[in-house]
């Protein structure tokens, strides 16, 4: 049981590998179609949320009816996350379309996830229990390696990247986005950094500092401002676990910085002339698209703080009030957001089901239909993607007043517990990394969808979830 659990696990995270979730393939036209033993493998990868689901509720069941300690405060703070969402679909009228199966599935994949981390915990006694806190850190590694399989480490930069492999005879595409990306090595950057102050072997703090520098150097390189943010949010909690330490070694710190900020700024400078050397290589007639465009995207995102211009000339914007939007302090904040806060302003002057919202994965719809509804014509420049941009305004969105009342009493919740029991004692390793992760991903909502959509947040902060609620199933 516990090892069906821990590939489920595996499969939770490896899920996210490849980034969109559909209950069946495009491949597949129906549920119970189409199955060879060619096909299977399909078959099984497209409809994996509602298998798992099905063997996590067994197991779940089993352990229950024999009486093993359930965390119920863990369950009430997923259903104060998940089930506003569910309610917004179930409010609103069903059509059986992409969209809602994709809203059904993400669902599925939630309620499936936090099954599996609570049979994960009630087997902590076993051998399998160690992998909760082993496989998150393996999966970020193959998502790197999946990375600079195909990609140099000099080719690190801000933008889209898309990888192509073959598994089983069959051709896929995996597209990584450099803020995902970088995302991603942030989580290995907690990891190895937090190994390296607890880790009283030389060697193995050795090895964390080098695997923490290199992916504090990727971070940087590959990430938006609001990564950037967090990982500076994620340092000055590590400087606050160890702060004693770090005083004591100011001079060690200070050399990091230092050799950080010198090979940041020598890889830029190598990865100019690089462009350069090629563009003077080329005869301008012969001149390849992509290194011109590479080269452009080089430049521009290399400006600190890179703005765009009157972000708020778009459909989304023109929502906002005349007054607001001609104000020199608004259009400065809006520009350094990339237009978020005229995303936010748009969805709460324009959410007409805010009482129970309009179920998960609906903020693009929200945006295409009412643009459409206003101009007559879907939308075509809203800056940047046309989700929710923040884990608030997507809560409100999917599961409305409901789902911001819900948000609320989830973190009232949390912070009690933290406070009431975890602050008063001393910390395991594994509780400060995930207890930071989650401090950093409930900033993150602030500016991204986050946690509340099922993703590599959502798998790592159930986890942190777990660990903050346990000492309250201990007592119960």
């Not at 496989?135 to 930069?157: A, E, V």
């Amino acid at each position: 049981m516990g090892f069906i659990s821990v590939i489920i696990f595996f499969g939770n995270f490896f899920s996210f590998l490849g980034g969109s979730i559909s209950i069946f393939h495009s491949g597949i036209p129906g549920l119970f179609e189409s199955i060879s033993f060619k096909n299977l493998i399909e078959f099984t990868r497209a409809n994996y949320s509602i298998f798992s689901l099905i063997i996590n509720l067994g197991i779940f069941i089993y352990l229950y009816i024999q009486e093993t300690k359930t965390n119920k405060l863990f369950l009430l703070c997923i259903f104060l996350l998940i089930f506003p969402q569910i309610l917004g679909l179930l409010s609103n009228k069903i059509v059986y379309n992409y969209f809602n199966i994709q809203s059904l599935t993400t669902m599925i994949f939630m309620i499936s996830a936090a099954l599996n981390i609570v049979n994960l915990f009630k087997l902590q006694n076993s051998i399998f229990f160690k992998y909760i806190f082993i496989i998150p850190f393996f999966i970020l590694f193959i998502q790197l390696y999946l990375f600079f399989h195909q990609n140099s480490f000099f080719n690190i930069q801000y933008g889209g990247f898309y990888l192509e492999f073959i598994l089983f005879g069959e051709k896929y595409t995996l597209y990584f986005n450099s803020n995902g990306l970088g995302r991603s090595t942030s989580l290995i950057y907690a990891f190895c950094i937090f190994y390296f102050f607890e880790s009283k072997n030389n060697i193995i703090k050795i090895t964390f500092y080098i695997l923490a520098f290199l992916s504090i150097f990727i971070v940087i390189n590959l990430s938006g401002r609001f990564n950037i943010l967090m990982v500076i949010v994620l340092n000055i909690i590590i400087y606050l676990y160890y702060k004693k330490i770090i005083i004591e070694k100011w001079y060690f710190t200070f050399l990091t910085v230092i050799l950080l900020t010198i090979s940041f700024n020598y890889y830029k400078s190598f990865q100019k002339n690089v462009y350069l050397e090629q563009i003077k290589n080329e005869k301008e007639h012969d001149i390849s698209h992509n290194i011109k465009h590479n080269y452009q995207a080089f430049l521009k995102n290399n400006k600190l703080l890179r703005e765009s211009n009157n972000v708020t000339d778009n459909e989304v914007g023109s929502d906002i009030p005349l007054q607001i939007k001609e104000n020199s302090f608004f259009r400065k904040i809006d520009n350094l957001s990339t237009g978020r806060l005229s995303k936010w302003i748009y969805i709460f002057i324009n959410n007409e089901k805010f009482i129970f919202g309009h179920g998960p994965n609906m903020d693009r719809i929200f945006f295409r239909e009412t643009v459409k509804k206003r101009l007559g014509s879907a939308p075509v420049s809203i800056i940047g993607s046309d989700d929710a941009a923040s884990g608030i305004a997507y809560q409100y969105i999917s599961g409305g007043v409901v789902g911001l009342i819900s948000l609320f009493v989830f973190y009232i919740l949390l912070i009690k517990e933290y406070f009431r029991n975890i602050f008063k004692r001393p910390q395991t390793t594994n509780e400060k990394i995930f207890i930071t992760l989650f401090i950093v991903f409930s900033m993150r909502i602030i500016f991204e969808n986050g946690f509340i959509i099922f993703g590599i947040d959502y798998l790592f902060a159930i986890i942190s979830i777990y660990l903050l609620t346990n000492k309250y199933s201990q007592k119960n």
